[in-house]
């Protein structure tokens, strides 16, 4: 017989034959009324009143087998169902499953066939309640994120009828060596099957590339090696997919068939580095935790994935870290057909004992049984961040971890184990990458993250057990696995019948400082009187989003100048509920900057730095420049760079190899009086050819240099009376300075301003003992607190460190109102990176809605527009008035940055005012 000639023994449907069962489903969550639910959504995507919902449901169906199955095995399969399972057909119990991410089936009896039939499903979603649950209570079952965006129960993947033959293939491994062309492909059947097992593997272009036929007697698995000619490798930019058909045969009748995907590519970690298909690679990731708009856990549709798929490419993403979740299968798919690195996670569990702990290697086990043909798939992860785990007390969990690194690597050596993907205080013991995760703000935090990456570039010893049990090789790449920044999303793009999404209600449960709810963060941006500093509530929203944008070029070009570092994973790729830091928001709108992005996510990058990114007027700005090449070598190329638009020069740059770094001569540029009071705008472009190979840009605040204060000042203090003699300002005495400067008031300042003295206090400066600008008196803690717990003036003072204004996970929105005199500061209202030098450590607080829009000139706030307060602001005592800074005026010397010298000067002509 030869494969030209074989026929189907069911020629209508071929062998096997599929009936959907997705669609509406009786259903009843134990303690509450019988309802409809449409299958698949976990049953919180459904009601309302379900959203926190644990406990024990029932879905039910009537369905008819259809006549022309008589005879033939008939299953039903469940795509996923969380968490625990029963099954049964009239009353007949099939069977049961724990476990909440992957695939089962149960046969149906035949006797059950024969007309309509009652399908009910019972599925337990455990609490954390272990008497209420004592089998699988949820902090000892894999739950991913469920912890922090809520359980979710039911049937949430697709469910169907299949009829088959009772001889089928079960499972379909396949194992395809890029090198030699060999395929092997693994094949277990369901019983043991006496006939012929026929192979063929077909290109991407349907045609039969290898195939053989194999005699089987009584078998219940087979492998059979095939080899390739000529063949075309996976790639990023060629996903070359091949078909493995499997088909079991008696005689010339075709009794079962299944075809599973595949591709030929290689993944390694060695030297320090990544190399896909033997040529290196540079990781630009993104952290995707794979929920949806109205299904949450399931996706809506294919186009859906194909969309989401496509915006990534787009953005410059070359993989996907799916997190902490076993996605639908359909997500793969799409990855392989795509061209997307995808490295996926075991969910994490809460609590470690011997059950979870084997509920863990389950289900990895049965990762690696639905989804080890997909070639996209790269990177396997055990544990995140020590969620689960206790690896900083437990030698016996660090022990069972290394184990488990070890099972994977022999269950699946084509693929690379990361064992704990690390953050502070955690760390690896035996790992395949050195990963880690950091959150820093920008402009906020750019010094810190700068210093953070420089260090982590260094291989340091810190991101791998101190205990004496790490096995580290030394040449694991060195991958910043996790960081990222928030942009806001417009709120009109997320409605959902014209109203607010469902989650706009949550976020509470996770901050108890507030700035991760989303609901009503348009009245409070007019209530803080923010109109009244940006242009309208969309113009704020996109503000949010460039800021987001420069944010995260700051970090990655930080990154990129560190040759040993060859990878990383923003968080995230989309919003998920109230955490706004996607590239797109939950509905997979893009973000503003959508179209710019890949020019700094990409291989070739260009590296513009400077100590300082504002400058005076004829001032020499010099730029340091970097090109950092990623996966792809550079030839010899020409860098040209303009500034606004019109030429200003170029240079030749050297031919580079991949993953290297060059650093170039730097770049000096002045700007003349026609630029002050704007931000100039550096755009660098590489060429070689005539080919464009990379370009970014640079944003550089131009100041007018100051003139000669005519306001006078005075201060007790000799370190800023020094500071303002520096500056130009006239020193005299306080009775008849027009500005009195201090660091903390005291009672002898505060009468002064009863009886019209003018004064200045720099809270940057000197300690504050009471915790407000005061250096004499503790705040009185009035119960309803506000600007009545203080004394005089009013103003509460914060250390920013240890709070929610840090940044470094909720994003802060810092601000300066370009209003009066402040108008002179380029750029804005969103300060950027010219104010990295006067970043300030301290907020104050202490100032009502109604004060944003007179007294407060300058604040941040943290997240959804929560927790606003002043870093510039006044108060009036008496016939007098306090202007209090929390910027840091006086970090450098007098008039070296002109951010901080034109503030200073805003500041005291605030203060001398009215």
């Not at 272009?205 to 000529?230: D, P, Q, R, W």
């Not at 949806?292 to 787009?314: C, H, M, N, V, W």
């Not at 989303?518 to 500093?533: A, I, L």
């Not at 040209?640 to 740059?653: P, Y």
């Amino acid at each position: 017989m030869t494969i030209a000639t074989r026929r189907f023994a069911e020629t209508h449907s071929g062998p096997r034959a599929r009936l959907s069962l997705d669609g509406a489903w009786d259903f009843q969550l134990e303690g509450h009324k019988p309802t409809t639910v449409v299958v698949p959504a976990p049953w919180q995507a459904h009601f309302p009143d379900l959203r926190a919902a644990a406990g024990v449901a029932t879905y039910s169906r009537q369905l008819t087998v259809p006549q022309e199955w008589q005879g033939r095995q008939v299953i039903v399969h469940f795509g996923a169902v969380n968490y625990f399972a029963e099954v049964s057909v009239n009353g007949r119990r099939l069977g049961s499953h724990e476990g909440g991410y992957l695939p089962f089936e149960f046969v149906i009896p035949a006797d059950l066939l024969d007309g309509e039939m009652r399908l009910d499903v019972r599925v337990t979603l455990p609490s954390a309640d272990g008497q209420a649950f004592p089998d699988f209570p949820f902090d000892e079952i894999p739950h991913g994120k469920q912890s922090w965006y809520g359980m979710l129960g039911g049937i949430w993947q697709s469910v169907w009828l299949e009829c088959r033959s009772e001889a089928h293939i079960a499972h379909h491994g396949i194992r395809a060596d890029l090198v030699t062309g060999e395929v092997t492909v693994c094949v277990e059947l369901a019983a043991a099957f006496t006939g012929s097992l026929n192979i063929r593997l077909l290109d991407r272009n349907g045609a039969v590339a290898a195939s053989t036929e194999l005699a089987v007697k009584e078998a219940t698995h087979a492998s059979v090696a095939l080899k390739v000619a000529k063949v075309e490798a996976w790639s990023l930019d060629e996903p070359a997919l091949y078909q493995a058909v499997a088909e079991l045969c008696k005689g010339d009748v075709v009794i079962d068939a299944d075809t599973q995907n595949f591709g030929f590519r290689t993944f390694e970690a060695r030297d320090g580095k990544f190399f896909l298909n033997g040529q290196p690679f540079y990781m630009r990731g993104a952290l995707d935790q794979d929920y949806y708009p109205e299904g949450i856990y399931t996706p809506p549709s294919l186009e859906f994935l194909e969309d989401q798929a496509r915006k990534s490419k787009e953005l410059g993403l070359n993989l996907l870290r799916c997190h902490i979740k076993v996605p639908d299968p359909r997500y793969y798919d799409v990855a392989d057909r795509f061209g997307l690195l995808v490295w996926t996670e075991i969910p994490n569990i809460q609590t470690f004992t011997e059950k979870s702990a084997q509920r863990l290697l389950d289900t990895m086990e049965g990762i690696l049984r639905r989804d080890g043909n997909h070639p996209s798939i790269v990177i396997w992860t055990i544990i995140n961040e020590d969620w689960g785990t206790r690896l900083v007390e437990s030698a016996d969990q660090r022990s069972w971890l290394e184990n488990a690194y070890h099972w994977l690597k022999k269950k699946d050596p084509t693929r690379l184990v990361v064992d704990n993907s690390a953050c502070i205080p955690n760390f690896h013991v035996v790992s395949d990458i050195d990963d880690y995760h950091y959150y820093a703000s920008v402009p906020e935090m750019a010094h810190e993250w700068a210093d953070w990456v420089s260090s982590f570039a260094k291989r340091p010893d810190w991101s791998y057990s101190p205990n004496g049990d790490a096995k580290r090789r030394g040449d694991e790449p060195l991958v910043v696995s996790e960081f990222g920044v928030w942009g806001l999303p417009h709120p009109e793009k997320l409605l959902q019948d014209g109203k607010e999404p469902f989650w706009f209600i949550n976020g509470l449960e996770w901050d108890s400082e507030g700035a991760t709810y989303p609901h009503g963060v348009e009245q409070r941006f007019r209530t803080f009187q923010f109109d009244k500093v940006f242009p309208s509530f969309g113009s704020f929203i996109e503000d949010t989003q460039w800021h987001q944008f420069n944010a995260l070029k700051f970090e990655i070009e930080e990154m990129r100048r560190h040759a040993s570092i060859q990878g990383y994973v923003i968080t995230e790729l989309t919003d998920l509920h109230w955490e706004a830091n996607g590239l797109m928001d939950m509905e997979r709108n893009t973000r503003a900057y959508h179209n710019r992005f890949h020019e700094i996510n990409t291989d070739v990058v260009i590296v513009p730095r400077m100590q300082r990114y504002a400058v005076w007027t004829g001032e020499t700005a010099s730029i340091e420049l970097e090109i950092s090449t990623g996966g792809k070598a550079l030839p010899a190329a020409e860098l040209s760079w303009s500034v606004d638009g019109a030429a200003a020069g170029k240079m030749s740059v050297q031919a580079l190899d991949a993953t290297s770094v060059c650093r170039l001569p730097a770049l000096d540029l002045s700007f003349g009086e026609d630029k002050a009071g704007n931000q100039a705008s550096v755009q660098f472009t590489l060429t070689a050819g005539g080919k464009e190979l990379a370009r970014n840009s640079l944003d550089i605040s131009v100041y007018a240099r100051r003139s000669k204060p005519v306001l006078s000042v005075s201060s007790v203090e000799p370190e800023i009376a020094q500071y303002l003699t520096s500056l130009g300002y006239e020193v005299v005495n306080a009775d008849t300075a027009h500005v009195r400067v201090v660091s903390t008031l005291s009672q002898a300042d505060i009468d002064a301003m009863e009886h019209g003295a003018h004064c200045v206090s720099l809270a940057d400066v000197s300690p504050l003992p009471f915790g407000n600008l005061r250096n004499d008196q503790p705040n009185w803690n009035y119960p309803t607190g506000g600007d009545r717990g203080q004394p005089m003036p009013q103003m509460r003072v914060s250390e920013r460190n240890g709070t929610i204004w840090k940044g470094n996970w909720v994003t802060g929105f810092s601000w300066v109102k370009r209003a009066g005199v402040f108008e002179r500061l380029p750029g804005g209202p969103l300060t950027d990176l010219s104010f990295i030098g006067v970043n300030p450590n301290r907020v104050i607080t202490g100032f009502r809605p109604i004060h944003f829009d007179g007294l407060v000139h300058a604040g941040t706030m943290a997240g959804w527009i929560h927790k606003p307060c002043a870093t510039i602001a006044e108060r009036r005592i008496g016939s007098g008035r306090i202007v209090a800074t929390t910027f840091g005026l006086m970090r450098e010397p007098a008039g070296a940055d002109p951010v901080a010298a034109t503030l200073f000067d805003c500041i005291i002509e605030t203060a001398a005012a009215g």
